[in-house]
DNA sequence: GAGTGGTCTAGACCACCTT
DNA sequence: AGGTGGTCTAGACCACTCA
């Protein structure tokens, strides 16, 4: 017998033949879900995870993985794992911007412009507001955050014949207010294409989350009621952070 | 100098700075992107891409997890990695079922009921049906496929008052007709709910992927013109095969 | 039976956060 | 300066798929 290939530090399979970290995936999760581990507090390290629970870091990290997946814990870079607070619900039917409805919801939002720039509409974009290849068009990106911690980047393209002077404006709080208070531009009618994705760069460092961290990616565009397009939206949100609700009437 | 504790395999950070598995990463996304992998593709075994890349499996796999998240790639159970099929788009204000909309984007759906039971409505399910807690209901779930590959499991409660015999009908194919032409129940109004989630036991065994995939719920309730609740179903899906898109008009 | 991914170990060094 | 997660290596055995 070639016994020196054995691992003799090998441990058993439990009992109940499950992986190990689905094993400790549930521990932790139960809890969170008692309370006995509260939203925002840290985990344990993964080090002391280690020691305590005598399996691998590798082990360790697959369970913590999992626990993100899931949207019940969040990293933060080199500091640790929280336990991710509630996710707040967005209605896209309302026309009600993140500042109100977060605000809404008992959470305090806040936005940061991170650049405001005039850049020439590519082909595809130029199609969707109805312009020439090459015009130009407000390129609007904002970092938006609930409670302190990011949770969104949004680029958002508008039409310069439609609100000129925006880069003039306050963008730190609601778009919506200043398209219709300034410009009177009312959207009527919203497309909305969402879709789970994976945060990457350079979206991810913005949020501050590992590159291929999952999100969900909303794209929405705005109608006014003479059916020119008054918004064009690229919104990145961290998977945990986001419920979407919808009320409809079924068309035919 | 403790040259006693340097390890001498380990290779050179890239001159990019760049972690390995993001390097490889986007070899293999760029693969997909110009078609070289087609969708379907089984990808090249872990241990023959560690072979050609000279890297540990482990940094190996971590690229491949990437490529998982961000929905390009997809694992059959120890048989490989594949490219994603493209994903199918969603319109739930439309009151197509599953059946006709993928048929309508030229993919093949398929349908398999897992079980119909009568159950104890629970305090919340109650309380959505308008019933007492305990009432029976039908449980209904069902896998649908697109081109062969399970894509959801979903789980549907239907208030036996309204449609009774169900049991008795061929439930692997539209539902939405037969609560319409056996029952004359027509959907006038959807409420949805929408998040993304990790596919754990038991979905994920039924979809056959791995316990903590991502996906996406979508839950969705189902009103008639006199404002009962004709249908209450939460969907799973594999993250990699839905788009949803919504067309609506605002309210104030 | 050969090959695949799934799980797990036991280290190492690094960049960065925290105090 | 000490601790954290981030990256990476180099193995091992296992359960399962596929031909």
């Given at each position: 017998?070639?016994?020196?290939?054995?691992?003799?530090?090998?441990?058993?399979?439990?009992?109940?033949?499950?992986?190990?970290?689905?094993?400790?995936?549930?521990?932790?999760?139960?809890?969170?879900?008692?309370?006995?581990?509260?939203?925002?507090?840290?985990?344990?390290?993964?080090?002391?995870?280690?020691?305590?629970?005598?399996?691998?870091?590798?082990?360790?990290?697959?369970?913590?993985?999992?626990?993100?997946?899931?949207?019940r814990i969040y990293r933060r870079?080199?500091?640790?794992?929280?336990?991710?607070?509630?996710?707040?619900?967005?209605?896209?039917?309302?026309?009600?911007?993140?500042?109100?409805?977060?605000?809404?919801?008992?959470?305090?939002?806040?936005?940061?412009?991170?650049?405001?720039?005039?850049?020439?509409?590519?082909?595809?974009?130029?199609?969707?507001?109805?312009?020439?290849?090459?015009?130009?068009?407000?390129?609007?990106?904002?970092?938006?955050?609930?409670?302190?911690?990011?949770?969104?980047?949004?680029?958002?393209?508008?039409?310069?014949?439609?609100?000129?002077?925006?880069?003039?404006?306050?963008?730190?709080?609601?778009?919506?207010?200043?398209?219709?208070?300034?410009?009177?531009?009312?959207?009527?009618?919203?497309?909305?294409?969402?879709?789970?994705?994976?945060?990457?760069?350079p979206v991810a460092g913005t949020?501050?989350?590992?590159?291929?961290?999952?999100?969900?990616?909303?794209?929405?565009?705005?109608?006014?009621?003479?059916?020119?397009?008054?918004?064009?939206?690229?919104?990145?949100?961290?998977?945990?952070?986001?419920?979407?609700?919808?009320?409809?009437?079924?068309?035919?």
């Amino acid at each position: 017998m070639p016994a020196a290939t054995l691992d003799p530090m090998r441990p058993p399979r439990p009992d109940d033949d499950r992986p190990h970290y689905l094993t400790l995936r549930d521990q932790l999760g139960e809890a969170i879900a008692t309370g006995r581990l509260a939203p925002g507090t840290r985990l344990p390290s993964e080090r002391q995870l280690q020691s305590e629970t005598a399996t691998a870091r590798g082990t360790i990290r697959e369970a913590l993985f999992q626990l993100e997946a899931e949207g019940r814990i969040y990293r933060r870079d080199r500091s640790g794992w929280y336990v991710s607070p509630a996710a707040v619900t967005y209605d896209p039917t309302r026309w009600a911007g993140f500042m109100t409805y977060v605000v809404e919801q008992g959470r305090t939002p806040a936005t940061q412009t991170l650049s405001i720039d005039s850049v020439a509409a590519a082909a595809a974009t130029a199609g969707i507001f109805g312009l020439a290849i090459g015009a130009p068009l407000h390129e609007l990106t904002r970092r938006r955050s609930i409670d302190g911690r990011p949770v969104l980047v949004e680029r958002i393209m508008v039409d310069p014949a439609l609100a000129p002077d925006l880069a003039t404006q306050d963008l730190d709080g609601s778009l919506t207010h200043i398209l219709s208070r300034h410009y009177g531009l009312a959207a009527v009618r919203n497309h909305i294409d969402m879709r789970p994705c994976a945060l990457t760069t350079p979206v991810a460092g913005t949020l501050g989350v590992k590159s291929g961290t999952p999100g969900l990616l909303i794209v929405r565009t705005s109608f006014a009621a003479n059916g020119r397009v008054v918004e064009y939206d690229h919104e990145y949100w961290r998977h945990d952070a986001i419920k979407v609700q919808v009320d409809l009437t079924i068309r035919a």
